[in-house]
C-alpha cells in the first residue's frame, strides 16, 4: 500500500480543532551535520500530543539534505512578491495560547544553534474562521476526499501521500480596506461580508479575489487546501497564509493569475489592501518519512 491509500499525511493538516497557531520559518545553520539536523527534528516531533498537533515541512536545501528523492525550486515569483524561502517550517497548533507558548518554547529549544530562526508569528483563529477583514476564508476548500486530492501528492508521482505547503505573510492595510463600503468590500473578495455567499459568474468582477483564483487550468480545478489564519497587533496586523497542494505548481499559477502576470493580465484587487513580504515554499512529507529520521535506513 502507498502513503495516500495508507493515510499516513501529517495530521495537522487537516486537523481544525486548535485556535492557537504558531508558525516558525528556520534557516539551517551553517555546517551543521546531518545527524544533528535529524535528531533536532526528531526532539521536535516527539513534542506533539494529544494537545500539541506540530506539522513539519522542508525548504528545498534542506529536502535534499535529509535524501529527499526530488528537487524542487526555491520560490520565486519573478520579483513580484519578497521571496524568503527558509529551510524548515514547524506549524504548532494548540487549544489555547498558554499550550502554544511552552510548545513553541520547546521546539525552538529543541532546534537549539542548529537552526536560526527566520519568522517567529502567534496566530489564531478569529470569530467565525474570518480574515482580519471580516470575510470568512477557508469556506470555498473542497472537503472530505476533494481536500485530501487538493493537498496530497498522487500516487506515482514524486513526493506521494505528502504535499506541497506554500507560506506567506501578508500585511493587511485595514484603514485602506475599511473605508470601503461593504458592497465594495465584497466586490474585492467575490462573496457576501455577512454569510459568505459566492457571487455569480455574471456578477463576479475580474479582479476579484475568488474570480482570479477559483479557477480550472487545461480542464483541472486548481484546487488547494488552504489553513491561512489572522495574527497581529493594532499596528501590524495581517494573514498568514498557508495553504497545501498536490503539485507545486498550482501555487506558482494561482500566484500569476494574482498578479496578473499570465492569460487576461488582471491583477487581484486583494492585492491593493493587502501586501505579502515573505514567502516560501516547502514540502511535508509522510509520518512514514518522519519517522525514519530517528533510524534512518
Ligand atoms: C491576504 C491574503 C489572502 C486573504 C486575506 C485571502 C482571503 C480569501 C477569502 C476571504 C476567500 C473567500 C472565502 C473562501 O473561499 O474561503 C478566499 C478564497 C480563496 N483564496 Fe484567498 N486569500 C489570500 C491569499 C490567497 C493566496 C496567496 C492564494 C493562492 C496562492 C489564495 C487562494 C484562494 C483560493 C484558491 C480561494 C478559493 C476560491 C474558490 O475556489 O472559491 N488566496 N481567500
Request: glycine residues 10%; hydrophobic residues 40%.
Amino acid at each position: 500500500m502507498t502513503d495516500v491509500q495508507t493515510g499516513v499525511f501529517q495530521p495537522g493538516i487537516f486537523d481544525k480543532r486548535f485556535g492557537d497557531q504558531v508558525f516558525l520559518e528556520y534557516a539551517l545553520a551553517r555546517g551543521v551535520a546531518e545527524a544533528d539536523v535529524r535528531e533536532a527534528l526528531s526532539a521536535v516531533l516527539a513534542l506533539g500530543g494529544d494537545d500539541v498537533l506540530i506539522t513539519l515541512a522542508f525548504g528545498p536545501q534542506l529536502w535534499a539534505m535529509l535524501g529527499g528523492r526530488f528537487d524542487f525550486p526555491p520560490f520565486s515569483l519573478e520579483g513580484q512578491v519578497p521571496a524568503t524561502q527558509g529551510d524548515l517550517l514547524v506549524w504548532v497548533q494548540t487549544p489555547d495560547r498558554s499550550h502554544g507558548f511552552d510548545a513553541a518554547l520547546a521546539v525552538h529549544r529543541a532546534l537549539g544553534d542548529r537552526f536560526s530562526t527566520q519568522l517567529d508569528i502567534n496566530a489564531f483563529v478569529y470569530h467565525d474562521m474570518r480574515d482580519l477583514t471580516g470575510f470568512v476564508d477557508g469556506i470555498g476548500n473542497p472537503e472530505g476526499a476533494q481536500a485530501r486530492k487538493a493537498a496530497l501528492v498522487a500516487e506515482g508521482h514524486p513526493g506521494a501521500g505528502g504535499s506541497f505547503v506554500l507560506t506567506q505573510k501578508w500585511i493587511h492595510d485595514l484603514d485602506a480596506f475599511d473605508a470601503l463600503s461593504v458592497p465594495e468590500q465584497e466586490r474585492v473578495i467575490g462573496r457576501t461580508k455577512a454569510d459568505a455567499v459566492e457571487f455569480s459568474d455574471e456578477d463576479m468582477p475580474a479582479d476579484a479575489h475568488v474570480g482570479r483564483t477559483d479557477v480550472a487550468r487545461d480542464g483541472v480545478p486548481q484546487k488547494i487546501w488552504r489553513r491561512g489564519v489572522p495574527y497581529g497587533n493594532t499596528t501590524e496586523h495581517g494573514s498568514y497564509f498557508v495553504a497545501f497542494s498536490c503539485e507545486l505548481d498550482r501555487f506558482d499559477y494561482l500566484l500569476r493569475r494574482m498578479y496578473g502576470m499570465i492569460e487576461d493580465g488582471v491583477r487581484d484587487r486583494l492585492t491593493t489592501f493587502s501586501s505579502p513580504v515573505m514567502s516560501s515554499w516547502w514540502y511535508a512529507p509522510t509520518t512514514t518519512f518522519l519517522k525514519s529520521l530517528s533510524s534512518p535506513e
